[in-house]
């Protein structure tokens, strides 16, 4: 049914035209839509009938309030009452949010819930502190409250969801530090102190002996019958040079076949303070990393070479295996003699020191901790330090990492009594015993 302008008057029909109204006020930006609701207008009332062009350019409110002012009042109403509608909705599902959480709340362990409220109430205080002080930019949290999230980190399960005032990623990086502090701490505890005698006899030995390294000094207190710190302990009870020693150059590779039957030939020069270079024979035993013989000339010959063979080997006394390097001085004569005693020759490669590695050892250890040291006045005066060092230091006092910490030749266990200091080579080294009780 319809009334004296053409419009129904039912209250179906007049629903059906503002909810069909309703369509076209909402698809205002869609042209073509528009034209086809002005059509099935225009046949309900020829009097709304407008061109296309005017009805893209008349919006929708100002087309209905100048035709018909009630269909605007009506629409307003229901998109009014359709607001009112959707906000108590989101009222209604926040209302049931906050009831499934305190129902989820009571069935949780009362633990939980206290730590959960712990850490709401500590980013509350938080938050507190920064509106009562607005003038700092950055607020720093307290030590207290990293140590608090650090520990519920760790025992409190969907900890990142209880988060809100600062990151995850932040509270994963407080544990990480608490772990660094609280196992430097737990380092440092329960390592059983050094005594003081051992601190001061540390002390005294890199004192009087510069050249000594941490691991020397070590093997040196084993060998007196003491109980040795580690390395890094020693070196932190050491004597600190005013100006430290530039650190030697140490041998890269070894012979790792240890041959118990064989020993080394090798010539070392030394230059005088009158510019006389003296050659130095040495023959040197594999096993126990010992000095056999040397002998000093200034004019090193084959037959000279061959003599010193001689006096080293006495009675039948020989290796298996002896290692040479190239040097002319040898010729063919020592090839010659080495094979009528029944040696076998090893000889090195050109220019491969490393190959003849325990003898060049001796040589450096010669020279860092004897030759570097003394100025020589002549072949008499270079024979009695080389006598002294090996015979009194090298042999009997300096351990060997090659042997385990022990000395070439073996020494008597240490006794119980005072500890003796005897200086080598007018003080430049020292030899420890330990008297009998």
């Known amino acids: 049914m319809t009334d004296a302008n053409g419009l129904p008057n039912d209250g179906d029909g007049y629903l059906r035209l503002l909810d069909h109204a309703q369509q076209v006020l909402s698809l205002r930006s869609d042209p073509r839509r528009w034209i086809e609701a002005n059509l099935w207008l225009r046949s309900k009332d020829q009097r709304m009938v407008l061109s296309p062009r005017k009805m ?17 009042v009506g629409m307003k109403a229901i998109l009014s009452l359709l607001r009112h509608l959707l906000s108590s909705l989101g009222v209604l599902l926040q209302l049931l949010r906050y009831a499934l959480r305190f129902c989820w709340a009571l069935l949780l362990p009362r633990a939980v819930t206290a730590a959960q409220l712990l850490a709401f109430q500590s980013q509350l205080a938080v938050e507190l502190n920064r509106s009562s002080a607005p003038r700092k930019r950055h607020h720093k949290f307290s030590p207290a409250f990293r140590l608090l999230w650090v520990v519920l980190s760790k025992f409190l399960n969907g900890w990142e969801d209880l988060v809100h005032v600062m990151k995850p990623e932040t509270v994963k990086r407080w544990h990480t ?13 329960g390592r059983k102190p050094v005594a003081l005698e051992i601190q001061q006899l540390i002390r005294c030995l890199s004192k009087e002996n510069p050249l000594w390294g941490a691991e020397r000094i070590r093997d040196v207190l084993l060998l007196l019958g003491y109980e040795a710190p580690g390395e890094d302990t020693v070196r932190k009870y050491m004597v600190k040079p005013r100006k430290p020693r530039p650190a030697t150059t140490t041998w890269l590779s070894f012979l790792r076949n240890h041959l118990n039957c064989s020993w080394a030939i090798d010539f070392v020069t030394i230059t005088t303070l009158n510019f006389q270079v003296l050659y130095v024979f040495l023959v040197f035993d594999h096993a126990r990393r010992e000095v056999l013989h040397f002998a000093i000339t200034p004019n090193p010959s084959m037959e000279w070479v061959i003599q010193q063979l001689r006096e080293t080997t006495p009675f039948g006394e020989q290796p298996r295996y002896l290692f040479r390097d190239n040097d002319g001085i040898y010729g063919h004569g020592v090839r010659a003699f080495l094979i009528s005693c029944g040696i076998l020759e090893v000889r090195t490669a050109y220019q491969s020191p490393w190959q003849n590695p325990y003898i060049e050892r001796f040589i450096g250890t010669l ?44 020494q008597p266990p240490p006794g119980e009594g005072e500890l003796i200091s005897i200086p080598v080579l007018g003080g430049l080294h020292h030899r420890y015993y330990r008297a009998a009780a």
Request: positive net charge; aromatic residues 12%.
């Open 56 to 72: 893209l350019s008349e919006s929708p409110e100002s087309f209905f309030s100048s035709r018909h002012p009630g269909i605007l």
């Open 177 to 189: 530090r608490a772990f660094r502090a609280w196992w430097r701490w737990k380092s440092q505890v």
């Open 367 to 410: 020279r860092r901790e004897l030759l570097h040291h003394v100025i020589v006045l002549n072949q008499a005066h270079l024979e009695r330090l080389l006598r002294e060092f090996i015979n009194d230091y090298y042999h009997t006092a300096r351990p060997h990492q090659g042997l385990s910490g022990e000395t070439p030749l073996p």
